[in-house]
């Protein structure tokens, strides 16, 4: 496997470092505070530095076609991901919230099922339910602490996220076949400023009155390497690979988040939820339906390597039959 070939899974993994520390980062700026300050601080100062290099990201043409994804996809993430998400970690701790990111992977199935036509296998459905069986275990199992007030409302919350972003992910990986992720990156954080800045005035909203140094990196840090880092590399990552694939590596995000959780909070998870873990894991994993690799002849894979598509069982009876007995030589790489 060449470098390019491997780029995609390096950028998904360190997305899912990012995305497993920001559960860390975004619970210690809320203890300080209020959770719409944080989402539309992070949101402007990644539409800054995204506005100071329009050029790099800006696409020669928009098709009006696909405003609505567009709209649906920022609707989605950052916009209603965020309400759920900024609420859902002042109740429970971010161990607990990144456990329930753990159904992302199921969710995606399960909403390409509704919105592209891809069917579900009866083992997919049997995963999707113990998956949510076990977000149910954790959230019952939990305990309340100063820290996480209610771990069952929390996290039912983080689970309204994960919908969200399902829908964002989806929409994603149609949108990238036209337009640069990092384009994609930059409407996010765009959208989401201005989704974000009305809210700033409502009564409920508790403005800040003082700026501590540790919450306040914090939420440089989710600006600058969460709203543009990990979600320009996660947006590369399904630009390059099938969604299902992409969103399997979600799986990833709870063990850093709790590893990060227990480093710089000092979070923890009681046997009982350990075991509810050990459940969603199971139901992700036996949801996931695994490509069978299929045998090719040479013209396929001098196809491929020059970027062309080409699948014997589309073709007419005769054309198949000659492309098997074909014989070509493939150019070897450099």
């Not at 696409?59 to 609707?75: E, I, Q, S």
């Not at 991901?81 to 002042?90: D, K």
Request: charged fraction near 10%.
């Amino acid at each position: 496997m060449t470098f390019f070939h491997a780029l995609p899974f390096f950028s998904l993994l360190v997305a899912m470092l990012l995305w497993g520390s920001s559960f860390v980062a975004f619970k210690y700026a809320v203890m300080v505070y209020d959770p719409v300050v944080v989402v539309f601080a992070r949101m402007i100062i990644s539409a800054i530095l995204f506005l100071l290099v329009l050029p790099l990201w800006r696409p020669r043409v928009v098709h009006k076609k696909d405003m609505g994804f567009m709209v649906f996809m920022a609707l989605c993430e950052p916009c209603f991901y965020f309400v759920f998400e900024g609420q859902a970690l002042t109740l429970t701790s971010a161990s607990q919230a990144g456990m329930v990111a753990a159904t992302l992977p199921v969710l995606v199935a399960m909403c390409a099922g509704f919105f592209l036509g891809e069917r579900l296998t009866r083992r997919s459905w049997t995963g999707l339910f113990l998956a949510l069986a076990g977000v149910a275990w954790v959230s019952i199992s939990g305990t309340a602490t100063d820290a996480a007030p209610s771990p069952v409302r929390g996290n039912f919350l983080e689970l309204l996220a994960m919908l969200c972003a399902a829908g964002y992910t989806v929409s994603m990986k149609k949108l990238c076949a036209t337009y640069s992720p990092w384009f994609l990156t930059a409407v996010q954080s765009l959208v989401g400023t201005v989704f974000f800045l009305p809210l700033l005035f409502l009564p409920s909203t508790a403005l800040p009155v003082a700026f501590p140094m540790g919450p306040s990196i914090a939420v440089l840090y989710l600006g600058v390497c969460i709203s543009i880092g990990a979600y320009g590399l996660y947006n590369y990552g399904i630009s390059k690979l099938p969604a299902w694939q992409a969103s399997a590596f979600v799986n990833l995000i709870p063990v850093f988040s709790m590893f990060l959780g227990w480093i710089c909070l000092g979070e923890y998870l009681n046997f009982s939820q350990l075991a509810g873990v050990a459940v969603v894991f199971a139901g992700v994993l036996l949801s996931q339906e695994w490509p069978v690799a299929r045998k090719q002849n040479t013209l396929e894979l001098h196809a491929e390597d020059e970027g062309a598509l080409l699948n014997s069982e589309d073709m007419p009876l005769s054309v198949a039959s000659s492309l098997e007995n074909a014989s070509v030589p493939v150019r070897g790489k450099n």
